[in-house]
């Protein structure tokens, strides 16, 4: 029995792209290309050097040359992709191992492409990655909680969604080393405006003209924790309703994620109702089991909506309190998310929205839901 549930379980990490160990982080990215690429190399690995030297934009300015653009669009949709800086990208792809032969821990994890920023840059990016490492048993725990509902194996539901409580707790955790590996100014003034994307960009109102694909210029947003596909399963899994405007921007953040992750989040949408299924089992040990996985959740979201007050509300007033206030695009993202959304009205609705998915009665037969 236990031989054909981890059998199941390795034919869903198959089809949705995940690996036991990393979750959703791509295994061994490839640190280098055919020489045929050698130029995007040559372009990304010297991108540091060009933003500060003011050079960037001397290759690219509003429009991306067709000799970039044709190619890199056609790679894109290839992997099913938008042709622009994603989330994925930067940080599910974008790592290696300084010591092969070591750990995946802050210490030995490198970028394999990076901005300007020095070691912040390096480590947002690489703390983002440790969260989404961290993730990797709650999202296996999810699968079996699926595959435990289509049975009514109480036990198994059970334990599936301790190990999303116990991965939510420990996101939490290592979210917490961002505090001592970023600087508030760097991640603000410097790194910040690099994933901003163009959509909702003052500096490319219109968008960006990509020559050879398309004769208007394409709007799409920059790369955003909000294309995290971990969080979106768990709250698939828990059946939280994201509303209106949040819910509608969470599901267009699907497209910029790999597809076998999106088709993941799509399976645990169409599965029967977590919740009702609880509902309708006497079991208070089960509703437990899930109110602390939503608490755990509405923890997790609470940390990041702090976090990012001090990463961009509080720099950006100390800047303005200076007399040095922000323009363009800079001003913009005081408020606005890189994903294009107005980020404390977004992250406020979301934490709310998982909140009340607490069931706040004891389980019965009954099919209400205090929401």
Request: contains cysteine; negative net charge.
């Amino acid at each position: 029995m236990e031989t054909n549930k981890r059998e199941a379980l390795q034919e869903d990490y198959d089809a949705f792209g995940i690996s036991d160990e990393l979750g959703f982080l791509l295994e061994e990215p490839l640190t280098h290309l055919p020489d045929y690429y050698r130029l995007w190399l040559d372009l990304a690995n010297n991108l540091t050097h060009l933003i500060e030297s003011r050079k960037l934009r001397d290759l690219v300015h509003k429009i991306l040359p067709k000799a970039l653009a044709l190619p890199y669009w056609l790679v894109s949709n290839r992997l099913g992709l938008p042709a622009i800086l994603t989330y994925a990208d930067s940080v599910l792809c974008n790592w290696k191992l300084r010591d092969p032969t070591g750990e995946m821990e802050i210490g030995n994890l490198d970028l394999i492409f990076s901005f300007p920023g020095g070691e912040s840059c390096r480590g947002f990016f690489i703390v983002s990655l440790l969260v989404e490492m961290s993730a990797s048993s709650g999202i296996t725990g999810a699968l079996e909680v699926m595959h435990a509902m289509k049975t009514s194996d109480l036990s198994g539901i059970q334990r599936g969604l301790l190990k999303v409580t116990q991965s939510l707790k420990k996101m939490r955790e290592t979210f917490k080393l961002m505090h001592n590996h970023v600087d508030p100014t760097s991640f603000h003034g410097t790194l910040r405006i690099f994933v901003s994307g163009w959509r909702d960009n003052p500096m490319l109102p219109r968008g960006l003209l990509y020559e050879g694909v398309s004769n208007e210029p394409i709007l799409l947003s920059g790369g955003s924790a909000a294309q995290s596909s971990a969080l979106q399963c768990f709250d698939a899994l828990l059946c939280i309703q994201h509303e209106d405007e949040t819910g509608a921007f969470l599901t267009r953040m699907r497209e910029y994620m790999p597809p076998a992750h999106s088709q993941l989040i799509e399976t645990l949408s169409v599965c029967p109702s977590l919740q009702d299924f609880i509902l309708s089992h006497s079991s208070s040990d089960l509703c437990q089991a899930y109110n602390s996985c939503v608490s755990a959740l509405v923890d997790l979201r609470n940390y990041h909506l702090n976090t990012v007050a001090k990463y961009v509300i509080l720099p950006g007033s100390q800047v303005r309190a200076m007399g040095c206030p922000l323009r363009g695009v800079g001003t913009s993202l005081n408020t606005t998310g890189t994903g294009g959304t107005s980020f404390m009205v977004f992250l406020k609705s979301t934490r709310n929205a998982t909140q009340k998915a607490l069931i706040l009665e004891r389980p019965s037969a009954s099919r209400e839901t205090e929401m």
